[in-house]
């Protein structure tokens, strides 16, 4: 085959037709003035980025870039707009044809520099008078005191117009009264439902402030409010106590705190003793007023005090109804000092470690027993020799502590000439009775005869049937306050019905 007839073809590019070159131009071209001013006509033809209405971001313009500002704005403007675009085609592709649709217009990206075409005078609706949402506000009386004539007359106490007049006075109350959309609703209030509101918000207001001013000034579970921590610390700082260590327990009317001893006076504290930091405000015994208003002891200075002074008169009964205690030899914790509502009494337990309550003691029958004889003795004691009612015994205000049971908690205790001392007997009674029966102490009493082995009154028992031994309790409470308004003191008066002793007084007191 003769290759000189052969033509050779151009092999096609992959990248597509390859535009031919542009054709060459020699330089006296290139230096031409002609050349120079099409270039020059050509560049004017361009609007500059200061002219008015350009717009930097169009695809047939060739912007001058060489600000790295502008170039930083046109390209956070071209990733916003590309955004949107794709949040508008999810919006789209999410709502499809359902009849509810949600809008993304939130998440929109909105540049400052779009808005320049918006006239500077233009004003948002939600500014102006001509907002469509707006409620409508009623109509005011003119001066007169009516508007309108004859019949269509119509006066500034129309039951109407005055309910109307107090929905949009709704609108003063504090923020924190949510009102709803009233005048929306075209709602009307009669005066007497408006003035019960007002009333209210005016009452939550100053219940809201006296809360938040109380929760200042307090002692709560286990924190103690600046008036006790300053106590403490001054106890610190005088050399009363080395450190305080923490809460080791918290009721309904104190906070217990571990401390070690310092010295008072150069005569040596305990070494571990116990911080008793009674609660000034905000606590839960809310009843403590009849454990102390009726004790003639304190009967006549409670009625003259403070909310935060009785509290220091509380801790106070205590270290007396304590060193009552500790003259008959009752165990219980020995008073070290008292600085108002805080009371520093000796540690039951040790190495930091409280005696467990007689609830989580783990006592064997032999122990159960020994316990159950001890309190049977305290309580006789209490009465007989401290005259004294505990008025809160249960198992989880004694400890057990070195094999022996130890009374704690004595803020309560009331005398028995109390006018419910009895009754509160009766309920120490019952719970003593029912703890020991339900742990299998076969030697423990019922409440009626642990009630009579204890005060020794002998009220009868035959039917066992609780109201009308409490009946019986109240009776004698009641003719002992017979006898105290015609004699003016406080003993239980000797006859035959009552079968036991007359309840004397501590010659101490």
């Excluded at 217009?105 to 909105?110: D, F, Q, S």
């Excluded at 109350?173 to 949510?178: K, R």
């Excluded at 003793?273 to 409670?302: A, G, H, P, Q």
Aim: glycine share 4%; net charge negative; hydrophobic share 35%.
């Amino acid at each position: 085959m003769d290759q000189s007839g052969v033509t050779t073809e151009t092999p096609k590019s992959p990248w597509g037709s390859v535009a031919p070159a542009a054709p060459a131009c020699s330089l006296a071209d290139v230096m031409s003035e002609q050349l120079a001013r099409q270039l020059d006509e050509e560049n004017h033809a361009f609007p500059t980025l200061t002219e008015p209405g350009a717009d930097p971001l169009s695809l047939d313009e060739v912007p001058d870039t060489a600000s790295d500002l502008m170039l930083a704005q046109m390209l956070q403007m071209q990733f916003d707009r590309e955004y949107d675009d794709q949040l508008r085609r999810e919006e789209k592709k999410f709502n499809g044809d359902s009849k509810v649709s949600i809008s993304f217009e939130n998440y929109l990206k909105v540049h400052p520099y779009e808005d320049s075409d918006s006239s500077e005078d233009e004003v948002d609706w939600q500014d102006t008078r001509d907002d469509p949402y707006r409620a409508e506000k009623p109509q005011t009386t003119p001066r007169k005191g009516f508007a309108g004539k004859g019949k269509n007359i119509t006066t500034k106490h129309d039951e109407v117009n005055c309910g109307r007049k107090n929905t949009a006075r709704m609108d003063k109350f504090a923020p924190e009264v949510h009102v709803g959309d009233g005048l929306g609703m075209d709602l009307k209030l009669s005066n007497q439902v408006f003035n019960s509101l007002k009333q209210h918000c005016y009452t939550e207001q100053k219940r809201s402030a006296k809360l938040h001013e109380k929760k200042e000034h307090s002692t709560a579970e286990q924190a103690v409010d600046p008036r006790t921590r300053l106590l403490m610390y001054k106890m610190v700082n005088s050399g009363l106590l080395e450190n305080i260590n923490g809460c080791i327990s918290t009721g309904k009317e104190s906070v217990v705190f571990h401390a070690n001893g310092g010295s008072l006076e150069e005569q040596p504290f305990p070494d571990e003793v116990v911080l008793k930091v009674f609660k000034t405000t905000l606590n839960e015994f809310r009843n403590r007023d009849r454990y102390i208003k009726d004790d003639y002891r304190f009967k006549e200075r409670f009625s003259k005090l403070n909310p935060r002074k009785i509290i220091r008169l509380w801790a106070e009964k205590e270290m007396h109804n304590l060193a009552r205690m500790k003259k008959a030899e009752i165990p219980c914790p020995e008073v070290v000092v008292l600085k108002k509502h805080i009371l520093v009494m000796s540690f039951i337990g040790k190495d930091h470690v409280p005696a467990p309550k007689l609830k989580d003691a783990m006592l064997g029958s032999e122990d159960l027993k020994n316990a159950y004889y001890q309190v049977l003795h305290m309580m006789r004691q209490l009465y007989q020799e401290c005259n004294l009612v505990h008025a809160d015994l249960s198992e989880y205000n004694m400890l057990w502590h070195e094999g022996k049971v130890w009374l704690i908690d004595v803020s309560q205790s009331v005398e028995p000439t109390h006018p419910h001392g009895l009754e509160f007997l009766f309920r120490d009674c019952r719970n003593v009775s029912t703890f020991f029966q339900k742990k299998g102490v076969g030697e423990a009493m019922n409440v009626y005869d642990l009630f009579n082995t204890v005060t020794g009154l002998h009220i009868p028992v035959d039917t066992e049937d609780e109201a009308a031994f409490i009946a019986e309790i109240v009776a004698l409470e009641k003719r002992n306050e017979d006898h105290v308004q015609k004699r003016g003191k406080k003993t239980f008066p000797v006859t035959s019905e009552d079968s036991g002793p007359p309840l004397q007084l501590d010659a101490d007191d």
